[in-house]
Every structure is written in C-alpha cells, then in structure tokens.
C-alpha cells in the first residue's frame, strides 16, 4: 500500500493537484482533497485487461490487426470521442491523417458556439491564476459553476492570499440564470451568492438587456423574464465599478439554437466593460474528459480545432458538416473509432458500422464493438499531460500504479504502423 500526495486530476478541467490518493495493488482511493468529479473517476475499478474482438478475448496484437483491417477498406471513417491525453491525441491525429478520417471531439458542438463567437468578433478572456489574485465580481452565466467544478470557489475564489486583493472573502458573487446547488458559493464572511434566476432559453434577452444597461441605454421595461430591471442594472453598476470582474459561462450548457450568440453578447459587454474606466475579463468553462487537450494537439498539428477531416490529404474544417452524430445518421461514414481513455459511461454512439472502440476499462457495451482494447487512463496508469480548461497550463499527471494496460498513444500508434 502506497500514499502519493500532490497528485494531479485530469478529469475536473481546472488544474487540481493536491489530491493525495492511497494505492494497494490496482485499488485507488483518494484520501483527500477529493471532489464528486474527481474522487469517482480515480476510484473506478479495472474490469477488463484484455483486449476483445467481436466479443472474445484475444491478444492486444490481434486486436490491433483487426483494427487496422477495418480501416484499411474504409472509405471514411469517423474518429470520436477523442477523450485522451496530449501523446494519446497526437497518436490520434496520426491515425486520422494515415487513414483520412473526420476527427471529431464529444464535446465540440458545445465548444463550437465558443469557436463561432471567437472566429468572428473575438474575445478578451482570462485565466485561472488571474481569477485568483484578481478577480473582486463574478458573475456567472446560464451554470451550475459549483456543480461543474466542485472546488473552483475552495481554489479560485475564497483562497486566503491573493496578489493583489488584501481580503478575498468579500469578492462578489453573482449567478444569472441557474442557481447554485450547493454552498461552495457562500464566502467566508457567510455572504450568499446573489441570483437573478431564469430560463436558459430566456438568456440571449436577458444578456441583451444587460449589455444594453452596461452601455448606458434606457431600459423601458421594469421586467425582462421575470428579472427585475432594476436588479439587472445593479449587476451592470457592479461589473463597471469593479477593479477586475469575470464573466464565466459554459457553452455546453447553453443548449438552445444560435447559443453562439449569446456567447457573443457576453464577449462583447466585456469588451464594452473595459473601454471604461475598469478591467474585465471572460472566462469559458471547459475542460473535461480532455476537450481543450483535443482542441490544442488539433489546432498545432492541423492549424484546426476537432472537427476535421483528413481524406483529402490536406486538413479540411467544418465545424457542421464534418459533425460525427450527423455523418454517422446520414450514412456519410463506413467505420467509428471511439477513443474514451477517462470516462466509462462514454460509450460510442449506437451505430451498426463497424466499430472500434480504444476506452477505459469498464466501459459496458449494449452491443460489443467489432474491436475492444482498454487503455490505461492518463493520470492513473501512466503519465502524461492534459490542458486545463484556460488552455495555458499543460498539466503534468502521475502514473499510480502497474496496471499492464497500454496507453492510448501506444494502442493508436500500433493501428497507425499497422495500415
């Protein structure tokens, strides 16, 4: 039985390394410093160390071979998931381009209404480090910011030194939109976080407003969606008076049509907020299952995010057409790859195509896969790197333990060399 501090997380987005976690032979428990993100995906139990095809156990050789026989008489196969880590998705980038697959991120139709507001008008946003010594307003728009990241207010927000604050616990916080659901939020001094709350599909108007108010504009209404506009002038007169306000969303949360623009609406009220006599900054959420990894290892080795396809010989993006979910219903692909190294109830989309399946063992199939190989996960079985949802840290993981399964990178290469 083994005791390893500081241990990194690559499953919570926002660069958590003080885990300490207990290992005795393939058992991980974390022992403090856990969360309901991260505690979960360390503890998962190995089920499955031998590679499957078509249902049966065979060598990872064989499994490989498969795999490569399958690619090899496609025409245009589809690469999801993409759950992995930095080497486990140049591994990946590899196979695509040898094999002229689409590679597409889960994720990305959540990422894309960030991509379309960044690639037309741009944005001014921020990091981690910061937010901490930074950051006096916070507001948070359409999530749960505790529920996706337990502990970003225990890290981020209520630490007890700060750069360039003499008093952490008396930031500002305020949701718009959902309430949070649990009591990260309260700050030391036991002030409650202000919530101005209303439908997600109501958000575009609400932020409309709110800029327009930010802007100086004279609001006729007294209500917008059942906010008060009295209480959303408040928060504009609060982020213009603040010495450095964030305006946090997540855009896999804003499930509604055009999403993209009211990603843009919160993007240029920062841009409004800081021609003024002030700083502000925005601050996207991401960073699960290894989305900003995915993004990153595309965008320098294709000049593209992770939607694109490689059977032109040339990397060719299109942020809808080359959407897997899309081109699996209409029959534009003949083989899925689905690569999920953290997440075991990631499974692939159901498709009756040939399909591959390089996961996290434990992953349960309704259909067994024509290929199964688990793979260790990043972090847990062997180290690796892993992007944090600001995208400027490249977080160095841990391995823990002898587990004999191979990394995602060994198992891609292997089919790469083997086409």
């Not at 960073?287 to 059977?311: I, L």
């Amino acid at each position: 039985m083994t005791e390893i501090i500081e241990v990194p997380s690559p499953f919570c987005g926002i660069g958590t390394d003080d885990l300490t976690v207990q290992v005795n032979d393939l058992a991980v428990s974390v022992m403090a410093n856990g969360c309901a993100v991260n505690t979960p995906a360390f503890e998962q139990v190995i089920t499955d160390t031998s590679a499957r095809v078509d249902g049966k156990d065979v060598s990872l050789e064989v499994a490989v071979a498969k795999a490569a026989e399958l690619l090899s008489v496609s025409n245009q196969p589809v690469i999801g998931g993409c759950a992995t880590d930095v080497n486990g998705m140049r591994g990946l980038m590899a196979l695509a381009d040898h094999s002229g697959a689409v590679v597409d991120n889960m994720n990305f139709t959540g990422a894309r209404r960030n991509f379309l507001a960044l690639q037309d008008t741009g944005w001014m946003n921020t990091t981690l480090a910061e937010i901490k010594n930074r950051c006096d307003y916070l507001l948070v728009v359409g999530v749960d910011l505790e529920g996706f990241a337990p502990r970003f207010f225990e890290r981020y927000l209520w630490n007890q030194e700060s750069m360039f604050l003499s008093d952490t616990s008396q930031r500002q916080i305020v949701y718009l939109g959902k309430a949070p659901s649990g009591e990260a939020s309260i700050s030391p001094a036991g002030v409650k976080a202000k919530v101005l709350a209303c439908k997600d599909a109501d958000l575009p108007e609400v932020m409309a407003v709110l800029r327009a108010l930010v802007k100086g504009k004279k609001i006729v209404a007294d209500t917008i969606c059942g906010i008060a506009v009295s209480d959303l002038q408040e928060v504009a007169d609060q982020l213009k008076a603040a010495k450095y306000g964030v305006v946090t969303w997540a855009a896999g949360a804003l499930n509604f049509d055009q999403a993209e623009l009211t990603v843009q609406m919160l993007s240029e009220m920062v841009k409004d907020i800081n021609t003024m006599d002030t700083r502000c900054s925005g601050f996207p959420l991401g960073g699960k299952e290894g989305d900003q990894t995915a993004n990153q290892v595309c965008g320098w080795t294709s000049a593209y995010p992770a939607r694109a396809r490689f059977s032109s010989g040339f990397p060719e993006y299109d942020p809808f057409l080359y959407d897997s979910n899309v081109m699996l219903a209409n029959g534009e692909a003949d083989v899925l790859v689905w690569v999920q190294a953290f997440n075991v109830t990631s499974v692939p989309p159901v498709t009756e195509l040939p399909t591959i399946v390089v996961a996290r063992s434990g992953m349960v199939f309704d259909k067994q896969p024509d290929v199964f190989i688990p793979v260790g996960t990043p972090g847990i079985d062997h180290a690796g790197h892993a992007y944090r949802l600001d995208n400027v840290v490249a977080i160095r993981l841990k391995k823990l333990r002898e587990s004999g399964l191979p990394s995602t990178a060994d198992v891609l290469n292997a089919i790469e060399q083997a086409l």
